[in-house]
């Protein structure tokens, strides 16, 4: 008589065994992001340089950036791209998981 407990085990751990991926950020923009910095949603306290974490300092289209030193949490991001900075509407970060900004993202950001 099978309890299922085996297949229970089995599946937990393959649940904790999955590497953490961290958060990322992944440019959809069609401009290459040189400076990206979060700030808690509805403060001015700016964060490090995020794209210091990529190996040429910047985040193209369509590649990810390791975000770090950042906990999960409503948050405005400010970036440079194309010489422009710029504040965009709060975004939510999540653990282990990706978030975006595309140019729709941008129409409203203040510069």
């Not at 290459?32 to 949603?41: D, K, V």
């Amino acid at each position: 008589m099978d309890s299922g407990f085996g297949r229970t085990v089995v599946s937990e751990r393959r649940r904790t065994c999955r590497p953490r991926q961290g958060i990322r950020l992944w440019n959809l923009t069609t401009a290459t992001i040189s400076s990206f910095q979060l700030s808690p949603a509805g403060k001015n306290t700016w964060g490090a340089n995020q794209t210091l974490n990529d190996k040429d300092k910047e985040v193209d289209h369509d590649e990810r950036l390791r975000i770090t030193s950042v906990e999960p949490a409503a948050t405005t991001p400010k970036l440079a791209i194309e010489i422009q900075a710029m504040l965009c509407p709060d975004i939510e970060i999540k653990a282990d998981a990706v978030f975006s900004i595309a140019d729709k993202d941008l129409k409203d950001c203040h510069k």
